[in-house]
T-cell receptor
Framework: DAGVIQSPRHEVTEMGQEVTLRCKPI?????LFWYRQTMMRGLELLIY????????DSGMPEDRFSAKMPNASFSTLKIQPSEPRDSAVYFC??????????????FGAGTRLSVL | GQNIDQPTEMTATEGAIVQINCTYQ??????LFWYQQHAGEAPTFLSY????GLEEKGRFSSFLSRSKGYSYLLLKELQMKDSASYLC?????????????FGTGTLLAVQP
């Protein structure tokens, strides 16, 4: 398997613009997670899905952030409008339940977002 | 509240052994994970403990004491490539969620 695939790898945009980050989880995984990582706050969970349904979005900073998972192989995280304080690395991760899989989360390479 | 503590930075010498500690206070517990993250890269899974005791995997071992809310990651025969950030994470199963709560990471520098 190719692992978790994220795009784009880098995004530079101007304040006020809409940003869409994309993620393809590992095939067969039924959990998908979106994280944000900054030097100040470390790795923070924004939202996670189980079987395409959002389960916990308590980490989403504000209404400017939204996430969707229209099917088992695709998810998006959208920021509209973007602000400079949104600059961070955004990771997507996926996992599967079971005694062998142990629900270990596997991370994508991340999207480095810079909002000018 | 939920809190995971680990040292911010550590330095060790190539070929030596280093122990990275992690203490946690969470509303629920269903496993503790260690991840390695090289600069500019994604976290990669190292180890998983759900029962008390030591789990060994090559040069890396991880220990858990649930009663003490304590874990450590032991790295033996250190190599320069082990220079990275090591993240401790607890799966909080309180309320039947599946969230991982991450510590801020320990930045390990391996010196020649």
């Amino acid at each position: 398997d190719a692992g978790v695939i994220q795009s784009p790898r880098h995004e530079v945009t101007e304040m006020g613009q809409e940003v869409t980050l994309r993620c393809k989880p590992i095939s067969g995984h039924d959990y998908l997670f979106w994280y944000r990582q900054t030097m100040m706050r470390g790795l923070e969970l924004l939202i996670y899905f189980n079987n395409n349904v959002p389960i916990d979005d308590s980490g989403m900073p504000e209404d400017r952030f939204s996430a969707k998972m229209p099917n088992a192989s695709f998810s998006t995280l959208k920021i509209q409008p973007s602000e400079p304080r949104d600059s961070a690395v955004y990771f997507c991760a996926s996992s599967a339940l079971g005694a062998i899989a142990k629900n270990i989360q596997y991370f994508g390479a991340g999207t480095r977002l810079s909002v000018l | 509240g939920q809190n995971i503590d680990q040292p911010t930075e550590m330095t060790a010498t190539e070929g030596a052994i280093v122990q990275i500690n992690c203490t946690y206070q969470t509303s629920g517990f269903n496993g503790l994970f260690w991840y390695q993250q090289h600069a500019g890269e994604a976290p990669t899974f190292l180890s998983y403990n759900v029962l008390d005791g030591l789990e060994e995997k090559g040069r890396f071992s991880s220990f858990l004491s649930r009663s003490k809310g304590y874990s450590y990651l032991l790295l033996k025969e250190l190599q320069m490539k082990d220079s990275a950030s090591y993240l401790c994470a607890v799966r909080d199963d309180g309320g039947a969620t599946n969230k991982l709560i991450f510590g801020t990471g320990t930045l390990l520098a391996v010196q020649p």
